[in-house]
Structures are given as structure tokens and as C-alpha cells.
């Protein structure tokens, strides 16, 4: 009972484990048994009866001599057993081999369908001798009648002395049922073909199958097959002399490999060059010829040294009905006979499969070595980008190394001239001039012209040859492979030049395949050195001109040395009556402007700026001057603005005591004043609009990122700051300098308009919902918004200084104007001197930039309220100015109303003292 238990519970498990392969793991088994079904055998094979040759199995016995119609024959008999089955896999082993690492044997126009009989006998064996659930699905059984279903079923053929399958037919993904009568034509079939295999095996006597078993052993090498081959046949037919040839149709070469019974390097002979082999490429099957004088030729050549042979064997190599090579067999006596014929013709439809595919392993690994070595020339080539001639040797040397060339020229295309331009020939740079030739003549233009490589296998007999060269030189050019160089665009930028094959009489195939990937090499690291020159000269010329600048703007020693020997004096005694610490009536513009590089030093000793930051003397009064002579002198934006910019932001961070109260840190102060001392340094007198109008080199260099003058001016700045002398920040900390040119850049952005509308809105609700000095992003609105200020400062001065200002602001904008009406252009209204209203735009520019700006400026800042006071009062003069000027507007042009403006002053004039500038 106990038994009867085991053995249901045993049942029980297995169908569980039936059930979980099948509708689990049914996919994991197709993906592992895959390999064995690389490919099938179809059944569309017309047949007059099929079904006869199982009715009579002397007919599968008689049918075929060679496996090739076994391949044929056994799809038949299966489709008269299984109407339903499309394709099957069909492995033999003819050779008797039991071992499963030995190699089985491939032959005929299907020999792919022996791929994996070794995976097979071993599944086999897995499958019997251990229950993993994956083979438990196929419930391997070696009875000869038995079939599986489950997507892969197989029938294996047995005799009765062996304990391995002889053959093995397969069905992928087919529902093979087996009922009495087809279990009768299966026996039936096992029986015949059982019989049939024996047959063949007899027919193989010995010697062949240990030839197949030599090649069998050796691994993928085409070399050792060939001469295996040969010094077997050899032996077997008493010859005196063999050899074998490999055929490429690609290239429509003979290759040989063996010769004297020993391994040599790779011979290649064109086919017409052996027009005997050439006239029998269409040979079906082993002949006997006796040995002319030509073909006594084309063997010598092949040997080379001189064969007197009186008969010859020419036995044909072939897969899938196309020649792969010739079986070459020389014999001094006649000593060949049919029984010789037969037995070559067997042993080479045995063997030819296994050649074919070593041949084919061979060409993989050829091309593998030269992707290697593709990775070593790329790695040399692209490490001499700098030098174009140089790396055009190099290109030169590798392409010799890879293709084996014996030379090798590079020819560039110059489109405009449309010539060919050598700077390098034969792998030497020229030595006093490069070569230059025509576009369009010779076989370098040939290939440029038409885009197409060219392989030259007899450079004589080319029509597009050029002998001259040879004549002079002494050189003997043989064969040619030019190639062409394309860039990403698939653009002609030049050809490259290979001649005489060494080790064979012209290049092949495979050297056009490395070529073309050489071409891809050479045109990446041509164009990127050309434009790493173009780079290269381009920063060149950039360093130049900045050395003309510096040099232009280099501070005479002695002018630092007399600025240096003033005393340095508090900014009030620059001039009382110009109210430089006062916010409503400070004149800053009316200072001497001899003089302003000193007041300069003296706000920012003040500030204690040279205190705090270490600030040598005399290295602040070179940047101070070096800034000064970085100014242009266009009518507004020059060294007086900067001047006047810079002492704005003075007044900001001395009346509102912005460090002492914690609104701005040390460092925020200091960039906040030099940023505003160099926020206009080389100006050129003309608007972010008109340099990227105009395609200035600026906006060629800016324009991408916005703010085109703006980052120009601190690019100056960078300038000055790395000049050798000029530094007033080397004493701090790298943290804090790299921070210092952060705050820079930022506060000088910010004088652009543009910047200042986008940001107006986050600068009024920080406003009106209070500064909060530990809110990041108050500190950067907060400094945007003091620069702006600054920067708009002319129209808070009193009404005599604002008015002579804007006339200086409207004499440069006219400028401007005047340049774009040469251009061609339309300049706007407030740059055009014959449209523009002066008051009108000035009233237009008060109210929507000036104004909206100190207003949130006093918000923050209660004590700035005067500023606004004066820009209100301005503001009247403007309006009262538009009003008398109304009737007068057609007889006055736009700068005269300045003239009308002073008039006025003069008659209504108070009276007040105003120094002159």
C-alpha cells in the first residue's frame, strides 16, 4: 500500500511538474533549445510519389549516392508519414563518432542543418540521465517509435548495434500525433534509411572518414585544412605534387595558403592572371587532363618555381552549388585513375563544408584583427589634431600599416581652386612645396569627381594612369586602391592613395571594407584639425588684439607714480559747492576730470574697502587709471559716466550705511562699486540692438547669451583684473574672489533695460512686502535694483546738470542713427535727429523707466525720497519745455531745442551759481 502511495504521489508530482513547464516555462525551454534550430530544411522538393519510397524501401536504399540526397529524400518520406509537417531539421552522422565533443560532418547544400548536433547529443544525454524540469517537458526516451509534442518533438534513427541516434529528424512548434499506421511507416522508415546510412558508411572507406576526422580537429583554420586536405589526397593517389586553391568571387582571386607540405603566408592570384583555373570556374565535378604548356605556366606561377607534371587532377570544392576552390594534383606517371576521381569527389562533398566554414571564420577573424587595429590607428591619429601636416603622415603611415601598401598619398580638396592639394606624398612631407594638381584629371580626381572607390588591379593598363611619375622616380606602381575622404554631410573634402600590395599583386576586397572605415578615421580627424587650426588661429588673433588693447591702454609708470604722490583726501574737499556726499544736489560731473582717479581712491578708502580687502596703493591707482583708459569717448557713455555711476553707488552705501546696518556684507559692497565703475568700459556708442543688427564681432561672440554689451563690459573688466599690476582683489581668498567676479557679472547684467523690466515686478513686491537682509533673493533684487539706480542717476541731479546730460545721451543716440541710415536701415524714432521729439521721449522715459525705479528705490530706502523729488520736478521742465516748443516744432531741429532750452533758462534764471564743467 505504502508503495501504491509513493507511487500516485510520484504521479501526481510529475503531472504538477508537467503543468508548470508546459504553461510556465514552455518559453524559457524554446529560448534554450534554440540554438539547435538555426535554420530548416523546406519541404517544397517536388517528388513524383513519395509515399512509394516507404511502400518499397529498396527505393530510399537505391535513391542518391551522395548525402547530399539523403538531405532530399528524407523531408519526402517525412511528409508522406506527416502530410501536416512544413519543415523539419534533419542531423546526421555518418562517421560512427560517439564521442559528443567530436565534430560531426557537415556536407551538401544544407550543411547548416548539422550546426548543433553536438548540442544535441548532449541535450540527449541530459535529458536521460537527469530529471531537470526542462527535459522532463520533452520526456526523452531513446525507443525508435517514439514522438513528443509540447512544440518540439523528434524521431531518432537507430540501427541495431549502436546505442546513439544515426540521425535525428526534428519538428519545431508541430502537434505530432502517432497512431498505428504511422508507427508502422515509422519503422519502416527507420529500417530503410538505417540501411541506407550503413551503405554510405561503407562507401567512405576508411581513409575518407579519417580525413574527416583530421579536420575535424583542427580549429577554424583554413590554413592547416587546406594542407590536411591536400597531404591526404596526396597519399591516397600516389601524386607528386597538390595544392589548393580557395576562390573569393568578391574579389575574383585564387588564394593559396599550403604549398610543399608546409603552412606558408597568403598568395593571391587574380583569375585572369591563371587563365586555365579561370576557364574550368563552372567545373562540376573531378577530371583528369594532361598538362599543357599553359596550364605547366599557370602551376609554376602558382608554385613558384618551375613544374614539369604530365597529368593533372582538377577536382571542384563547392558549398551550396558555388565554387569555394580548386583541388590541384600533379603526377609525373599516369598513375590517376576513376576509382581515384570517386574517391576525391566523396571525400571533397564531405570536407567542402568544413572548409567553407573556416574560410568564413577566417575572414571574421581578419576583419576582427582589423578593427583592432582601426582602434590603434584611431587612437594615433587623434593625437596630432594640432599639426595638419603632421597628422596627414600619420594617416599616411597607418594606412600603409593596415592595408599593406608600399605607398601612400593624401590629396585635399580645395573647392574654390577645384585642385587636389598633397602635402604629404608617399608618406613623406613635401619639402619645399605641396603638389598640386587638377580636380578633375588622374585617378585621385576620378574618385573625387564620382565619389567612388577605385581598385586598380593593373595601374598600367588604366587609361586615367599617369606614368610620369614612375619615369622620374624610378618607382614601379603595380596596383592603385584610392578611396575617397567624405565628411558628416557626405561631402567631398578630399582622397586618399594607396599603391602596390605587398605580398600580393593588387588589393582586395577586404582592403576596400578597410579603406572606406579608414576614410571615416581620416575625414573626423582632418576636419577636426582643420577647425582646432581655425580655433587656434582665431584665439590667436584674440590674444593679439588683447595685446594691442593692453598695450594701448597701458598706464605710463610715471602717471601711477604722480597719482600715487597725492594725498589722498576725504571726497568733500573735491568741491563744497558740488554736494558730493548729498544725495539731492551732488554734481558729480563737474569735477575736474583730472582729478576723478583720485576721488575715486578716496571713496573707496572711505568705504575702507583698501582697509578691509588689503588693497596696495599703488595697485589700486593702476586699475583705477587702467579703467579710466578702458573708456571710449563717445558724447554719454565715457569716463565722466563711469565716474558718476560709481559715486551714486558711493552715496548709496555711505548715507544708507548699507554694510554697518547689515543690508549688504563687505564683499556685496565692494562688487556693487566697482561693478559700477566699470559697468560701461568699452562702450562703443551703440545699442545691444545695433551690434546684433549689424553683426558686429561682438554679437558674434555675445549674442547667443543676450546682453551683448553688458557682457562685453565685464569681459573688459576680466581684462583689467588680469592684467599684471591691476588685481586689488589678490589678497583674498580664491572662495571670495571667485564670488566677488560672480557679483560683477551680475550687477553689470543688470544695467541692461531689458534685464531691469524683466525682473520690475519681483523688485516692487519685494518693496511692498519689506526687505528682508537673510532672503538671498532679496540681496540680488536689492543689488539690480541700486545699480539701475546708479546707473539712471543723471536724471536726479538738479535741473541745469539733468538737461546737459540728456543733450550728451541725445548726441550719441543721433550717432547711432545716423550709422544705421548708412546701413540701410530705419533707425528708431529716439535715434533719428530728423523725427525724434526730445521732450516727448524724455517725459516717455521718466515715466515708465526712471520713475517706476527710485520709486521702489525710496520704498526700500525712506531717505532717497529727495531723488525723486528732483526726477518730479525735471519731469515739469520737460512737459513746460514741450509746451513752448509746440508751435516751434517744425522749424527746430531735435538737438536745437537744447539752444531753446538755454535760452529760456537764461531769461528765467534765478540767478543760481553752477560751476562750469
Known amino acids: 500500500m505504502a508503495m501504491l502511495f509513493t507511487k500516485f504521489t510520484r504521479a501526481v508530482y510529475r503531472g504538477l511538474i508537467y503543468f508548470i513547464n508546459v504553461y510556465v516555462r514552455l518559453p524559457q525551454l524554446l529560448s534554450i533549445t534554440a540554438p539547435l534550430f538555426s535554420s530548416s530544411t523546406n519541404l517544397n522538393f517536388k517528388v513524383t510519389n513519395p509515399g512509394s519510397l516507404l511502400q518499397r524501401p529498396d527505393e530510399l536504399v537505391k535513391r542518391g549516392k551522395y548525402v547530399d540526397d539523403l538531405f532530399a529524400v528524407i523531408p519526402q518520406c517525412i511528409q508522406a508519414i506527416f502530410p501536416q509537417v512544413q519543415y523539419c531539421h534533419v542531423y546526421l552522422d555518418l562517421g560512427g563518432l560517439k564521442d559528443a565533443d567530436r565534430r560531426p560532418f557537415p556536407s551538401g547544400p544544407v550543411a547548416r542543418e548539422l550546426i548543433g548536433y553536438r548540442e544535441l547529443k548532449q541535450n540527449l544525454k541530459l535529458a536521460v540521465d537527469t530529471e531537470d524540469p526542462v527535459f522532463n517537458i520533452l520526456s526523452v526516451s531513446v525507443s525508435p517509435h517514439t514522438l513528443f509534442q509540447l512544440g518540439v518533438s523528434y524521431l531518432p534513427v537507430f540501427n541495431s548495434l549502436r546505442s546513439s541516434p544515426l540521425a535525428v529528424i526534428l519538428f519545431v512548434n508541430e502537434h505530432i500525433e502517432v497512431d498505428e499506421a504511422k508507427g508502422c511507416s515509422i519503422q519502416t522508415f527507420n529500417e530503410a534509411l538505417s540501411e541506407k546510412i550503413g551503405i554510405m558508411q561503407s562507401q567512405y ?107 593533372c587532377v582538377l577536382a571542384p570544392i563547392k558549398q551550396s552549388n558555388k565554387l569555394i576552390g580548386i583541388l590541384i594534383l600533379l603526377s609525373g606517371a599516369p598513375r590517376f585513375t576513376q576509382e581515384h576521381l570517386d574517391m576525391i569527389e566523396a571525400g571533397l562533398s564531405l570536407c567542402g563544408s568544413m572548409l567553407y566554414k573556416d574560410m568564413v571564420v577566417e575572414r571574421e577573424r581578419t576583419l576582427r584583427q582589423q578593427t583592432e587595429k582601426l582602434h590603434h590607428v584611431a587612437k594615433n591619429i587623434f593625437t596630432h589634431l594640432d599639426d595638419l601636416t603632421i597628422l596627414l603622415k600619420e594617416i599616411m603611415q597607418e594606412a600603409r600599416y593596415l592595408c599593406h601598401a608600399e605607398r601612400c598619398s593624401v590629396f585635399l580638396l580645395e573647392a574654390e581652386a577645384n585642385e587636389l592639394v598633397a602635402k604629404v606624398f608617399d608618406g613623406d612631407i613635401a619639402s619645399n612645396e605641396e603638389v598640386r594638381m587638377s580636380a578633375s584629371e588622374g585617378i585621385a580626381g576620378q574618385v573625387v569627381q564620382t565619389g567612388k572607390i577605385l581598385n586598380i588591379k593593373d595601374a598600367y593598363s588604366h587609361p586615367l594612369f599617369y606614368r610620369g611619375v614612375d619615369e622620374t622616380t624610378g618607382f614601379r606602381t603595380k596596383s592603385i586602391l584610392c578611396f575617397p575622404i567624405k565628411d558628416e554631410k557626405d561631402k567631398i573634402i578630399g582622397a586618399a592613395q594607396l599603391c602596390n600590395k605587398i605580398g600580393s599583386p593588387h588589393f582586395n576586397s577586404t582592403d576596400e571594407v578597410i579603406a572606406k572605415a579608414l576614410a571615416t578615421y581620416c575625414c573626423i580627424s582632418i576636419v577636426n584639425s582643420i577647425m582646432y587650426r581655425d580655433v587656434l588661429d582665431a584665439h590667436n588673433r584674440v590674444k593679439l588684439a588683447n595685446e594691442l588693447m593692453v598695450f594701448h591702454m597701458l598706464v605710463p609708470s610715471q602717471d601711477v607714480v604722480e597719482l600715487m604722490k597725492q594725498k589722498i583726501i576725504p571726497l568733500a574737499e573735491f568741491g563744497k559747492e ?17 582729478t576723478m582717479p583720485m576721488a575715486v581712491m578716496s571713496m573707496m578708502t572711505e568705504l575702507e574697502f583698501c582697509k578691509n580687502f588689503k588693497i596696495k596703493s599703488q595697485t589700486l591707482a593702476r586699475f583705477v587709471l587702467m579703467v579710466r583708459k578702458g573708456y571710449r569717448d563717445p558724447p554719454y557713455h565715457n569716463w565722466n559716466h563711469a565716474f558718476s555711476v560709481a559715486h551714486f553707488a558711493y552715496l548709496i552705501l555711505r548715507n544708507i550705511r548699507c554694510v554697518a546696518e547689515g543690508v549688504l556684507d563687505e564683499l556685496e559692497a565692494l562688487a556693487f562699486f566697482v561693478a559700477a565703475l566699470c559697468h560701461d568700459i568699452d562702450h562703443r556708442g551703440t545699442s545691444n540692438s545695433f551690434q546684433v543688427a549689424s553683426n558686429s564681432v561682438l554679437a558674434a561672440l555675445y549674442s547667443s547669451e543676450g546682453s551683448v554689451m553688458e557682457r562685453h563690459h565685464f569681459s573688459q573688466t576680466l581684462c583689467i583684473l588680469n592684467t599684471e599690476g591691476c588685481n586689488i582683489f589678490e589678497n583674498v581668498t580664491r572662495k571670495e574672489y571667485e564670488q566677488l567676479l560672480d557679483l560683477i557679472r ?27 537682509k537673510t532672503n538671498p533673493e532679496h540681496k540680488s533684487l536689492l543689488l539690480c535694483l541700486v545699480m539701475t539706480s546708479a546707473d539712471l542717476s543723471d536724471q536726479t541731479k538738479p535741473w541745469t546738470a539733468a538737461k546737459r546730460v540728456s543733450k550728451m545721451l541725445y548726441k550719441e543716440f543721433f550717432s547711432q542713427g545716423d550709422l544705421e541710415k548708412a546701413l540701410g536701415r530705419n533707425p528708431m524714432e529716439m535715434m533719428d535727429r530728423e523725427r525724434a521729439s526730445i521732450p516727448d521721449l524724455q517725459i516717455g522715459f521718466i515715466d515708465h523707466i526712471v520713475l517706476p525705479a527710485f520709486r521702489t528705490l525710496r520704498t526700500v530706502f525712506p531717505t532717497t525720497g529727495c531723488l525723486v523729488t528732483n526726477i518730479e520736478e525735471n519731469r515739469e521742465h520737460w512737459v513746460t519745455i514741450k509746451t513752448k516748443t509746440a508751435d516751434r516744432r517744425d522749424s527746430l531741429t531735435s538737438l536745437e531745442v537744447f539752444d531753446f532750452i538755454d535760452e529760456e533758462d537764461e531769461r528765467e534764471s534765478s540767478g543760481e551759481d553752477i560751476p562750469s564743467a
Open 746 to 772: 551680475d550687477i553689470i547684467l543688470s544695467t541692461d533695460i531689458a534685464h531691469h523690466l524683466r525682473i520690475r515686478g519681483g523688485l516692487e513686491a519685494m518693496a511692498e512686502e519689506g526687505f528682508n
Open 205 to 311: 572507406h576508411s581513409s575518407t572518414l579519417s580525413l574527416l576526422a583530421e579536420l575535424s580537429s583542427i580549429d577554424d583554420n583554413i590554413s592547416l585544412g587546406q594542407l590536411t586536405v591536400v597531404q591526404h589526397l596526396k597519399r591516397e593517389t600516389g601524386a607528386d605534387v597538390g595544392f589548393l586553391l580557395s576562390y573569393t568571387p568578391s574579389d575574383d582571386d585564387f588564394v593559396i595558403k599550403a604549398l610543399d607540405g608546409k603552412v606558408i603566408p597568403e598568395k593571391r592570384f587574380p583569375s585572369s592572371s591563371l587563365p586555365v583555373l579561370q576557364s574550368h570556374l563552372n567545373l562540376s565535378q573531378p577530371i583528369l587532363t594532361s598538362c599543357t604548356s599553359e596550364l605547366k605556366s599557370n602551376l609554376t606561377l602558382i608554385a613558384g618555381q618551375p613544374l614539369h607534371p604530365e597529368h
Open 578 to 594: 558740488l554736494h558730493l556726499q548729498d544725495f539731492k544736489n551732488s554734481l558729480p560731473r563737474y569735477v575736474p576730470i583730472n
